[in-house]
């Protein structure tokens, strides 16, 4: 990940949670632990890589948990750690900034891009 520049507290969120896929695996974790397979379910338009490259950054910085079991194939299961169920807050404000933002485009006729 690249460094803080400005020492901003917005920055340094922006920095870990920036991108388009980051707060949306939150956001589906938030309702419990998750498979691999499952996220790709729940977000089809993510690529194998980008899925895999974004849960390795949540996990790097203590958000995400990853475990391991034993079984034949393994199976993988992501979960939030209690720092990354800290997030719920921000999930929260920004589905209602979504909502508030389409519906904003549809009373200017400006339909959805």
Do not use: H
Not at 30 to 58: E, V
Not at 62 to 71: A, E, N
């Amino acid at each position: 990940m690249k460094d803080n520049i400005s020492g901003c507290s917005v920055e340094e969120a922006m920095r870990l949670l920036g991108g388009r896929w980051r707060l949306l695996l939150a956001s589906y974790l938030l309702d419990g632990p998750k498979r691999f397979n499952a996220l790709r379910r729940d977000i089809p338009a993510i690529s194998q890589r980008m899925l895999t490259l974004d849960l390795r950054a949540l996990e790097e910085a203590g958000l995400v948990k990853r475990t391991v079991f034993p079984t034949v194939p393994v199976t993988v299961e992501y979960e939030l750690t209690l720092d990354g169920r800290r997030l719920e807050p921000v999930v929260e404000v920004m589905k209602q900034f979504g909502l508030w933002v389409k519906s904003r485009q549809c009373v200017d006729g400006v339909g959805p891009a």
